[in-house]
């Protein structure tokens, strides 16, 4: 009865559990209590036609929420002055903040302006292109008289 039978012995695989030893129990003693009040039992008939029956249950009222104590006015306008006063000095320091970093942008914009044009001007003076007249010519003639290098 609990082999497996033939034509599904290769889909199904039969495990049978193994009964665990019953746990020891100690019944509570029980007392008569004789309620204050026997409930009133209620019958409702559903739309289908069923009964329910049962006891009411009144339903649970939520615990009376104690008042909160009131917060005085100049309380709130205190701390309302306070965050404001602290919202003006944090602007107030990031505004620093910031026309220091724009004066040491400026700064830097101005130097690389006078290292642009200084290289311009480097390059107008020691450029070997354009006319061969001037001073560097007149320069490099005495020189190479100086040092009687003929050409």
Same mark, same amino acid.
């Given at each position: 009865? %609990?082999? =497996?039978?033939?034509?599904?012995?290769?889909? @199904?695989?039969?495990h049978?559990p !193994?009964? #665990?030893?019953?746990?020891?129990v100690?019944? &509570?003693?029980? #007392?008569?209590?004789?309620?204050?009040a026997?409930?009133?039992? +209620?019958?409702?008939? @559903?739309?289908?036609?069923?009964?329910? !029956?049962?006891?009411?249950? +009144? =339903?649970?009222? =939520?615990? =009376?929420?104690?008042?909160?104590?009131?917060?005085?006015? !100049?309380?709130? %306008?205190? +701390? @309302?002055?306070?965050?404001? *006063?602290? &919202?003006v000095c944090?602007? @107030? /320091?990031?505004?620093?903040?910031? $026309?220091a970093?724009?004066?040491?942008?400026i700064?830097? #914009?101005? $130097? /690389? +302006?006078?290292? $642009?044009?200084?290289?311009? $001007? &480097?390059?107008?003076?020691?450029?070997g292109?354009?006319?061969?007249?001037?001073? !560097?010519?007149?320069?490099?003639?005495?020189?190479?008289?100086? %040092?009687? *290098?003929?050409?």
């Open positions: 009865m %609990n082999e =497996p039978t033939t034509h599904h012995s290769a889909y @199904l695989a039969v049978h !193994t009964p #665990l030893a019953p746990a020891a100690h019944p &509570a003693p029980v #007392l008569p209590v004789q309620p204050g026997v409930p009133a039992v +209620a019958s409702i008939v @559903l739309p289908d036609g069923r009964i329910v !029956t049962g006891y009411a249950v +009144a =339903p649970a009222q =939520p615990e =009376p929420v104690a008042a909160k104590p009131a917060v005085s006015r !100049t309380a709130v %306008n205190v +701390a @309302l002055g306070g965050v404001g *006063f602290l &919202a944090g602007g @107030l /320091l990031l505004l620093t903040s910031f $026309i970093a724009l004066t040491a942008f700064g830097q #914009l101005i $130097i /690389l +302006a006078a290292v $642009i044009f200084g290289g311009w $001007i &480097a390059v107008q003076v020691f450029s292109g354009g006319h061969r007249g001037g001073t !560097t010519v007149h320069i490099r003639k005495a020189v190479i008289k100086r %040092n009687h *290098f003929h050409r």
